[in-house]
């Protein structure tokens, strides 16, 4: 990944979420990817945590929905 913001075809993209690829891309460089929420939803009075931050930032599968607090 770390030499991806050089490849042809995401340096062609110019789709939306090429901003969100480029954050988790200097996390990555960094050392630091957030695995953590990315953001909470309510139902029924109930809080939940959606994530991780870095999969709902790219629209990738496998996120999770947990419930917060309690």
């Known amino acids: 990944m770390d030499s991806s913001d050089?490849?042809?075809v995401v340096r062609k993209t110019k789709s939306p979420w090429f901003g969100n690829y480029r954050l988790v891309?200097?996390?990555l460089?960094?050392?630091r990817l957030n695995?953590?929420?990315a953001g909470y939803e309510g139902a029924?009075?109930?809080l939940f945590?959606?994530?991780p931050s870095w999969k709902f930032a790219l629209g990738c599968a496998g996120t999770w929905r947990k419930r917060a607090g309690g």
């Open 44 to 46: 029924s009075g109930v």
């Open 25 to 27: 891309v200097r996390q």
């Open 29 to 31: 460089r960094a050392g």
């Open 49 to 51: 945590a959606r994530g």
């Open 35 to 37: 695995r953590g929420p």
């Open 6 to 8: 050089r490849w042809p």
